[in-house]
C-alpha cells in the first residue's frame, strides 16, 4: 500500500510538473489564453503551491487583466507573505492601472522583503511620473548602494543629476556608468552633451564615434553630432549629419529648429523658413520657434508676418529676453522707433530678472551688435542637449514594464 501511494504522488507531480512546462512553452509561443487555463488547471490540481498562482497572474497580466492579476497574487502572498517579486508584480499591475500610491507601497513592501534593483527602479519611474525627481534620485541613489557596478543605474541617476543642473555630479556617475560598460549609448550621448555644453567639441566627437559603432541609427546622436560642427563651424558638416537626423525622425522639432538655426547662420533664409516653419506646425506652442522663424521673414522681405511671428513669440514665452531684444532690432530696422524702445525696455526687465533668477548661468555679450548673436548662443547651448530626452525615454518608458 506504501508502495502504491509512493507511485502516485511520484505520477501526480510528474503530471503537474509536465503541465507548467506546457504552460510556459504555449506562453512563449503567444498562447496566453492556453497558458493560463493550464496553469488554473495546476492550481486546482495543488492548492498549496504559491508558484502556479504566481504563474496565473503573469498570464492574467499578459492579458492587460490587471485587477484579476492583483487578486490573485493576493492568494499567493497569503500562501508565501515574504515573496517580494508578488509584491513587485502587483505594483506593476497598480501603475497600469494608474494608481500610483498603491503601487509605491507595493514597491516598498517588496524593498523592505529583499532589496533588488528591478523595484528600485520601478519605484524610480513612479516619482519620476509624479515629477518628483529629488525622491526619485534618492531612490536610484540608496539602488546603487545595493548594486554599485550596475551601468543603467548609474546612467539614469546620472541623467536625473544632469535634468537638476548638478553637471558635475552627472558627470562622475556617467563617467562611471562607462567605466563599467564603455558602449553604454545613453551615458554616451548625456556625457557628450555635457561636453557640447563647455564647447569641447573634439572630446565630445569621440564619444558620439563610439555610440555611432553601437547604435548607428540614432536621431538624438546625429543630432548632437551636427551640433558639435556647428560649434567648430564647420556649417556643411553640420547640416549634412542634422539632415541625417531629420531622416531618421522626421517629426523632431529639435532637429528641425537646428536646421533652421544653421541656415540662419549661413544666410540662406528661404531654407530656414523651411524647417523652421516644419517645426511650428510639429511644436506650435515653443516661443523660440516663432523667434527663429521672424528673423527668417524678415531678412525675407516679410514684415508684416515676421512682426505677427514676433508677436505670437511673446506670448508664448513672457520670460526670454532674446525675443525682445531681437523685435527691438527687428523694428529698428523698419523704422518704428517707438516700439523698439518699448521692446528694449522689456528685454531690460527681463534680463534683470533673469540674472536674480539664475545669478551663474546668464552672460551677456557687451560687444554684441549682432542680432544673431543672443539667439544663437541660446539655442545652441540648449538644443545640443538632446541627451537628455534619454531620461523621458529610457526611465518613464511604461511600455517596457512587465512582470517577473
Not at 499591475?93 to 528600485?120: G, M
Not at 561636453?195 to 564615434?209: C, G, P, S
Not at 531684444?325 to 534680463?351: H, P
Request: net charge positive; hydrophobic share 40%.
Amino acid at each position: 500500500m506504501m508502495h502504491v501511494n509512493h507511485s502516485f504522488r511520484n505520477s501526480w507531480r510528474r503530471r503537474t510538473a509536465c503541465a507548467s512546462t506546457l504552460c510556459l512553452i504555449f506562453r512563449n509561443d503567444g498562447q496566453i489564453q492556453e497558458s493560463l487555463e493550464v496553469f488554473q488547471s495546476c492550481c486546482i490540481l495543488n492548492t498549496k503551491n504559491s508558484d502556479y498562482l504566481k504563474q496565473v497572474g503573469r498570464s492574467l497580466f499578459l492579458l492587460a487583466r490587471h485587477k484579476a492579476a492583483i487578486e490573485v497574487y493576493n492568494e499567493a502572498l497569503k500562501l508565501e507573505d515574504a515573496d517580494w517579486k508578488s509584491y513587485h508584480n502587483q505594483g506593476i499591475c497598480y501603475i497600469y492601472l494608474k494608481d500610483l500610491t498603491k503601487a509605491k507601497d507595493c514597491f516598498k513592501k517588496a524593498l523592505q522583503i529583499n532589496r533588488n534593483e528591478k523595484s528600485f527602479v520601478m519605484l524610480g519611474k513612479i516619482f519620476l511620473q509624479e515629477q518628483d525627481i529629488e525622491m526619485a534620485i534618492d531612490v536610484y541613489r540608496r539602488a546603487i548602494e545595493f548594486s554599485p557596478e550596475n551601468p543603467e543605474l548609474l546612467t539614469s541617476l546620472g541623467l536625473l543629476y544632469m535634468h537638476m543642473g548638478s553637471y558635475q555630479k552627472a558627470f562622475e556617475h556617467l563617467g562611471t556608468a562607462m567605466t563599467y560598460d564603455p558602449t553604454n549609448f545613453d551615458a554616451i550621448l548625456a556625457a557628450g552633451s555635457m561636453m557640447q555644453t563647455h564647447h569641447d567639441y573634439d572630446v565630445a566627437l569621440t564619444k558620439y564615434r563610439v555610440a555611432a559603432a553601437a547604435v548607428p541609427e540614432s536621431a538624438p546622436l546625429w543630432n548632437n553630432i551636427g551640433m558639435c560642427f556647428f560649434g567648430k563651424k564647420k556649417y556643411v558638416a553640420a547640416i549634412s549629419c542634422l539632415k541625417r537626423a531629420c531622416y531618421l525622425a522626421p517629426f523632431e522639432w529639435k532637429v528641425l529648429q537646428n536646421l533652421g538655426l544653421v541656415h540662419l547662420t549661413m544666410h540662406q533664409f528661404a531654407s530656414a523658413f523651411h524647417f523652421l516653419s516644419a517645426a511650428v506646425s510639429v511644436k506650435p506652442q515653443v516661443a523660440e520657434l516663432y523667434m527663429l522663424l521672424a528673423v527668417a521673414l524678415a531678412h525675407l522681405s516679410d514684415p508684416e508676418n515676421a512682426k505677427q511671428a514676433y508677436e505670437k513669440a511673446m506670448t508664448l514665452d513672457p520670460k526670454d529676453p532674446a525675443i525682445p531684444l531681437n523685435f527691438c532690432v527687428f523694428c529698428y530696422n523698419i523704422g518704428e522707433r517707438k516700439a523698439a524702445v518699448k521692446y528694449l525696455t522689456e528685454f531690460e526687465l527681463r534680463l534683470k530678472t533673469l540674472r536674480q533668477e539664475q545669478p551663474n548661468n546668464f552672460a551677456i555679450d557687451k560687444e554684441g551688435g549682432n542680432r544673431f548673436c543672443l539667439e544663437v548662443k541660446k539655442v545652441h547651448s540648449n538644443k545640443q542637449q538632446f541627451a537628455k530626452n534619454a531620461l523621458v525615454r529610457n526611465i518613464q518608458n511604461l511600455s517596457k514594464m512587465t512582470t517577473i
